[in-house]
Structures are given as C-alpha cells and as structure tokens.
C-alpha cells in the first residue's frame, strides 16, 4: 500500500496562522436585522438532538462553555498507527523518538506539518479516523445532513510539541485565535461547524494540550452579530476577541486544557478561542504531544433560532427584543437632540463599546 507518510520532501513547518481557509461556503445569510436587537447571552435552550455518544450533559457543556471531550472517538491502536506513521514523517527532519537530542531541532519545541490525509487518497489508519462513533457525534451537534460528510474530511494541519523546551508556569504559548484565517466569518458562516482536535497521543494536565477558553464562542458570536453580513476577518476577529475578553479570562485558571488519551477527540465550537500551550512534561517519547485540528464544514448556513426556535448546538443563540423596545429606541434616536450632547452621547457610546472597525454599530 502507498504509504502516505513515506518518500516525503522536507517537511513544510507552518503554524496556525498560515493554515489555509477551508474550502469557501456559498454567501451566508445576512445576519444584520436593524429591526432586532439580538444577544447571544440567553438562557441556554434545549436543542433537539439525535440520540448518540454525546450524553445532555456533553451537549449542555458544549452550548455553555463551547467544548466538550469525546471518549474513545476512534480506536485507540489506530491512534497509536497514526503517531507511528507521523514519527516516521518527522524523521525526513532528522527527528527520531528514540533521541531526544534531535528534538532541538523542531524550533521552540515544535513542528507544525501541514500535510492532510484525506480519505479518498488513503486507507488506513487515516481513514479509520473518522469513526461512526465521531460521525453519530457531529451528526448530535450540527444536525444529520447538516455537516459535509465527504471524502474532503481527512486528518491534517499537525502540531506536534515536544516536551524539555517551555519553561513553568504552564499557560497559552501561542496566539488565543479562532481558526479560519483567510476568509470573513459571519454568524452564519459555514466554513467550519465543529473544529474536533484529534488525540494521536495521551495528552496529561500540562503536557501541551491545547488551551481553550471556556465561554469565548458566546463573545465571538456577540462581536458577528454587531459585524452584520460584512463580517470580519479571521485574524482581526480573534484580535477583537481577545480585547473584548480581557487576559483575565485568557490566562490561569479560566483557561482549559484539552487532555485525553490516544482516540479521544475535543469537540469544539468553531467560535471557541483556542491557542497552543506548553508541554512541561518529562522527557519521553510517550510525552510528545500529536494533535490535529481538521475543519468538519457545515452543508448550509448556521441556523440562528429565535424565541421558540431549537438550533442545534452548534448554532448561535439569539434574542431579539421585544418590539416594544426595539419601538422605544427608534424613537429616541428620532427625537432631536442638542448637537453637542448628542455628540458626547456617540463618543461615550464609541468608547464603551471598544475598539471595533470604523461602520460598526
Ligand atoms: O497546537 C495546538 O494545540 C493549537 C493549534 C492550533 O490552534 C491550530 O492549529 O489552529
């Protein structure tokens, strides 16, 4: 069998902010409704969902916090082939398991390798990735038929973190960002739908999981929605992101680990502020850290459901006002006001909402 992994060039060493955008959606709906004032902090609902591997706690924890850990996504031997396979990729860079030594040479303890094995060109392991057990659960999360289920997925982007490098405390290393650089998400994006990271290694507390932001996928839907049908920009989104969420909530405890064995896989919502983390770990093979972080796209735009309505957990919450307020704020900004107050009114206004783009509301 054509092995996938053998007869490679030198490895391509990227990070995360040179990952390419997945493949482009069809034009999203226009989320910005001037006659609706719509917030993503309502009372968590109660989406339908097919019965499957993801328990009413896993999904609640995933509409909540914006993650939730799937045991066992795949086999953990296929796991284990997986990290085989990839060793042998890192070996075309001098890098062996068995010499820590030549761990050095990954630069700040750290490869990012961008090949992606797709089904359609491979067998196994790769193909055995993407288990029934993960299917049943994007199918709980997005909805049956409302992910794209084709031979496009595949296990790709590497990050591979070696242990002896980060010094303590353990924290975020790298940039907090959603993924999705290169194209303008909206709140109905479809680009990604569920960002999974893939367990090929067991990941212990410290041992360079990737950091998660509990929560951050509400801000990031709050910052679409003022964003309207222009969207915003990948890297500018995160960036707005951070700010509005303080380095508070992106540091210390309120940050989360992903940890789990070989097979597992962290179900994250695309909106969840993510970022590398360090590997403190002892030197060991067994230590060296084997993720990836496929996009699983979405076959139509996020739904974004109303009173009543019951999106999927994967879908943005919304609230509109009740039409008697929206009514009392047309009709205080018709009222004439004295240019200057009016004036101040805007700049207090401006300085409170933040450091958005010029045109946003
Ligand atoms: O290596 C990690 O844990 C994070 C990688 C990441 O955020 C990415 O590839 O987008």
């Known amino acids: 069998m054509w092995h996938p992994l053998s007869g490679r060039a030198a490895a391509a060493v990227r990070m995360e902010s040179e990952k390419p955008a997945p493949r482009a959606a069809d ?28 328990s009413a706690d896993d999904l609640a924890q995933f509409v909540r916090d914006g993650y939730c850990l799937l045991p066992g996504a ?65 199918d709980q999360l997005c909805g049956a038929g409302r992910w794209v289920d084709d031979d496009a997925l595949g296990c790709g982007w590497w990050v591979v973190t070696f242990p002896g490098v980060a010094n303590a405390p353990w924290g975020a290393e790298g940039s907090w960002h959603v993924d999705g650089h290169g194209y303008a998400h909206r709140v109905d994006s479809r680009e990604i739908g569920v ?3 893939f367990l090929f290694s067991d990941v212990a507390a410290r041992g360079g999981g990737t950091a998660l932001a509990p929560g951050s996928h ?41 940890r789990g064995r070989a ?12 970022a590398r983390s ?23 735009p996020m739904r974004v459901a109303d009173d009543g309505g019951a999106p999927s957990p994967v879908e943005p919450r919304a609230r509109r006002a ?25 700049d207090a206004a401006a300085a409170r909402a933040g450091p958005w783009p010029p045109g946003w509301s």
Not at 263 to 274: K, S
Request: overall charge positive.
């Open 27 to 54: 034009a999203p709906l226009n989320a910005d409704d001037d006659d609706a004032q719509r917030s993503t902090d309502a009372p968590l609902g109660a989406p339908h969902v097919a019965p499957g591997p993801l």
């Open 74 to 138: 795949f086999p953990r031997d296929v796991a284990f082939d997986c990290r085989d396979a990839l060793w042998r990729r890192v070996g075309d860079l001098g890098i062996a398991a068995d010499d820590p030594a030549t761990w050095s040479l990954a630069p700040k303890g750290r490869l990012g390798l961008q090949d992606v094995f797709r089904e359609s060109d491979l067998g196994a392991p790769w193909a055995e990735c993407w288990s029934d057990r993960l299917r049943a659960a994007l």
């Open 195 to 197: 960002l999974p990271i």
């Open 218 to 258: 509400r801000a990031v839907a709050e910052l679409l929605w003022r964003a309207g049908a222009e969207g915003v920009p990948g890297p500018r989104l995160s960036a707005l992101a951070r700010e509005a969420l303080g380095a508070e909530a992106l540091a210390g405890d309120a940050v989360v680990e992903t």
């Open 263 to 274: 097979g597992d896989v962290m179900l994250t919502h695309p909106f969840l502020l993510h």
């Open 278 to 300: 360090k590997n403190l770990r002892d030197v060991d093979a067994a230590a060296v850290r084997f993720m990836c972080h496929p996009a699983v796209r979405l076959a139509a």
């Open 322 to 346: 009740s039409r008697p307020r929206a009514r009392r704020r047309r009709a205080a900004d018709a009222a004439p006001a004295p240019r200057p107050a009016r004036r101040r009114e805007r």
